[in-house]
């Protein structure tokens, strides 16, 4: 098969156009780098009428907003999840790990919770407290500059708490909270749980003039056509693509490996045209990687070459490696004192107003990382699945459970908006067995050779979990709620979702001093090729108790700068 | 179209170049208006993706139940949801409609939704000779009310298909009316507009006997002062 060449030579081929991918292209294009930025799915624009979800009804779709097409119902934002057509991935046997993938301009961002929180002092160092994992070669000083600019760069709501470990940052004012939330702080602060604003990349005020303000549709997962909340397509590549023509934008592009030439540099990417599904080949003095941490560990172990011969950047068989996720687990209740509301709107934010973050000290407890947790219910717009059991809870109030007509009415409207959820998200420990490899066997349509994963849980995240669902059933008990279903117990892990469900994974190309155990260096440069880059989650070391896309987003500007610094000086 | 051009067009250089992506590669200008999903279908958008809309016109085009099927649907969407002074019923909000759409779309339906009205069929005409949308409403009411309550399951243990059936009926009826105008009339769902979220209204605060702490408020949106770019101090404080 011939493949096709440019002769043009880019400064910078940025693969992935998600959180790391789109900062990259704008730090590199804004210093006046020529960049190619490579998507594998089609171009998005949430303000695109044709594809838009955000204000749109349940009628307004047959199937009611039925998750049928997308596993978090049809309007959410991503196209692609645990399942892509064509792009299988398999598993070592008696393990299983989910593994999302959005194949379109911006990637996850469009969709994410905008949960933003920075990592504290103690998330970079946690071997020094527990002797679990490793610690990364930098500090909460090292990244502090960049979290900062990032705050008056994308925008995050919060509030100012002086927690040690919960560093807090230039934040825009936090929304009130909804009545379901009044609860929760009611019954957390009983139950001896902080509880704080949340902190969400959502502007409840103007950041500047390119952007709207939040008009409170409470559906940031459809993404917002006035740009309110930060998506990396609305806020990064489509301004870097639409100004100065210093960036070159490929679509439905799938990115096989990175070139070497003999010296054993990158050279450019491979990649394969969906359109016509033949194989195209990009020139670039360098290649940065943000196609996902383990999008980026298949191409570099897809990048076999005589110079690389166990893949790109894995001369010492890490990449791959310390794959891991947030724990999760989640429990809903049922508050009497909620029935028969008053119906006003209460859509809010797309997100929690409130949450609890990690307030315990993990030497007191069988477990070595904390956990934060999330908040959800209230009167949300309906939408397929809406009325199933709503006869349920009449068993917690003496009423009769089944029936029809006025008294099925009834029920409906008595019980909704009743119902509260807690969810806790947790840090897992990364472990050197937890990985991705190449399965030997299995390509996809591309002909690509897919990812094989092996992940499972240790006693480090089942007693995580199971003190979420003991804390949840206090905090729960204390605002005068019920438990709905059986308590997960010991048989099931108390609750602990799959790897992968949180869809947080991170660790596959991770930071470290010592070439001998990690993949990249402190600036995400990999150790075995100096003009390759990852700005994805693949670098982190581990993952803190805290969603993972503001560090992402801080890392990537941070390594962008440095390859900049680099270019400048002439050693790329 | 040359290899040289479609290297040229997956390049996308402005947003009027590129509607959605799937539909570029084949013509240059990018317009793409052949294959533009707002040319396949004129009804209300909703967001589909091309595959999505091809595999929405094949489920629409095929048929799953059958009008006598879709009959006594009906019947039991009424029994279920009636009309009321205030609200129209089931039928009158389409739900008929949406089970005919939503079995094909979920057929993991199918099997217990035509095998559960073909066992009220058989009961009907066990106890009345009859089928049950013949029956006199009276008789479908007496059939219902063995059917509509699961914790009869002990004592009727003849009943239980039954009631796992009119289970999966008052579910699909209810998500189909809730989901429709008039039920979410009907419910007092308020929202899916353009509003400014300031906070729950000081009755319903008094009538649940909680209130907003004065600390916790001061660190929340004034909104009157939404519209003013954000500007902090060097410590963070919002100057504005």
Not at chain 2, 45 to 62: N, S, T, V, W
């Amino acid at each position: 098969m011939q493949i096709k060449e440019t002769a043009k030579e880019y400064d910078a081929i940025i693969v992935g156009s998600g959180a790391g991918g789109g900062m990259a292209t704008k730090i590199l294009s804004e210093a006046g780098l020529k960049v190619a930025l490579i998507e594998a799915g089609p171009y998005f624009d949430p303000k695109d009428p044709v594809t838009m979800t955000q204000m749109k009804w349940p009628y307004d779709s047959p199937r009611r907003g039925a998750s049928v097409t997308r596993a978090f119902g049809e309007y959410d934002m991503s196209w692609g999840d645990w399942k892509v057509d064509g792009e299988p991935y398999t598993q070592k046997e008696g393990t299983d790990f989910m593994w999302w993938r959005s194949r379109m301009l911006g990637g996850r961002t469009n969709h994410w919770g905008r949960i933003s929180l920075r990592f504290g002092p103690d998330d970079f160092k946690r071997r020094d407290i527990d002797g679990l994992g490793d610690n990364w070669p930098i500090s909460y000083d090292d990244i502090k500059p960049y979290y900062d600019k990032l705050d008056k760069m994308v925008g995050v709501f919060g509030s100012k708490e002086n927690r040690r470990n919960d560093p807090d940052g230039f934040f825009l004012p936090a929304p009130k909270p909804r009545l379901h939330e009044l609860y929760y702080i009611k019954g957390a602060k009983k139950a001896g749980v902080d509880v704080i604003p949340s902190r969400l990349s959502i502007l409840t005020k103007k950041l500047n003039n390119d952007r709207g303000v939040c008009f409170y549709c409470s559906q940031c997962n459809r993404s917002c056509k006035e740009y309110a909340d930060f998506s990396s397509s609305s806020v990064f590549v489509i301004p870097a693509v639409n100004g100065g023509g210093q960036v070159d934008l490929y679509v439905n592009s799938m990115v096989r490996s990175v070139t070497t030439n003999d010296e054993g540099k990158a050279t450019g990417v491979s990649f394969i045209n969906k359109e016509d599904r033949k194989e195209y080949q990009l020139k670039g003095r360098s290649v940065v990687l943000g196609a996902s941490a383990c999008s980026s560990a298949r191409i570099l172990l897809n990048s076999k070459s005589k110079q690389h011969p166990n893949g790109l950047g894995n001369s010492t068989d890490n990449v791959g490696r310390y794959l891991h996720d947030s724990t999760g687990a989640g429990r809903s209740y049922f508050i009497p004192d909620l029935m028969n509301r008053k119906t006003y709107n209460e859509d809010g934010v797309g997100g929690l107003h409130v949450y609890s973050p990690w307030w315990l000290d993990n030497k007191k407890l069988n477990f070595p990382r904390g956990y934060h947790i999330e908040v959800w219910g209230g009167m949300g717009m309906p939408s397929y699945g809406f009325g199933f059991g709503a006869t349920e809870m009449n068993k917690y109030v003496q009423g009769q459970v089944g029936g029809y007509g006025d008294k099925l009415r009834k029920d409906v409207k008595q019980f909704y908006g009743a119902m509260i959820g807690m969810a806790g998200r947790g840090e897992s420990i990364a472990m050197r067995d937890n990985r991705c490899t190449i399965d030997p066997n299995v390509v996809d349509q591309f002909g690509i050779p897919v990812l094989q994963f092996n992940y499972k849980w240790q006693d480090y995240e089942r007693y995580q979990a199971k003190h979420m669902i003991e804390t949840f059933d206090e905090i729960g008990h204390a605002m005068g709620a019920i438990p709905l279903g059986e308590k997960p117990g010991k048989d099931k892990d108390w609750g602990l979702l799959k790897p992968g469900q949180i869809i947080h994974e991170v660790g596959t190309t991770r930071m470290g001093n010592d070439p001998k155990n990690s993949v990249t260096n402190k600036y995400s440069q990999l150790h075995d090729c100096d003009n390759v880059f990852v700005v994805d989650a693949g670098p982190f070391t581990s993952q803190a108790d805290k969603n993972c896309t503001w560090t992402i987003m801080a890392l990537s500007m941070r390594t962008s700068e440095y390859i900049v610094e680099q270019y400048k000086k002439k050693n790329i | 179209m040359k290899r040289r051009d479609t290297l040229k067009t997956l390049l996308v250089g402005t947003v009027g170049g590129a509607t959605l992506g799937s539909t570029i590669g084949c013509k240059t200008d990018g317009t793409d208006s052949a294959t533009s999903p707002t040319t396949v279908i004129d009804e209300v958008l909703y967001g589909r993706i091309p595959k999505e809309i091809e595999r929405d016109q094949k489920i629409k085009a095929e048929i799953y139940l059958n009008e006598h099927e879709l009959t006594t649907i009906a019947v039991l969407c009424d029994i279920i949801l009636p009309a009321t002074e205030d609200a129209g019923s089931a039928n009158d909000a389409k739900v008929p409609e949406f089970i005919d759409f939503i079995v094909k779309d979920i057929p993991s339906h199918q099997l217990p939704m035509r095998g559960g009205l073909m066992w009220l069929d058989t009961e009907s005409n066990r106890r009345f000779n009859k089928e049950f949308v013949n029956l006199s409403n009276a008789e479908q009411i007496q059939i219902i009310d063995d059917i509509a309550y699961p914790n009869d399951k002990n004592e009727k243990p003849e009943m239980s298909q039954g009631i796992n059936f009119f289970n999966r009926m008052r579910n699909l009826t209810l998500t189909g009316y809730y989901t429709s105008r008039m039920g979410l009339d009907d419910l007092g769902y308020d929202g899916n507009y353009a509003n400014v979220w300031d906070g729950v209204p000081a009755e319903v605060l008094a009538e649940h006997d909680v209130d907003y702490d004065p600390e916790w408020l001061a660190k929340c949106v004034d909104q009157s002062k939404r519209l003013d770019i954000a500007e902090w101090d060097d410590d963070g404080n919002l100057l504005t």
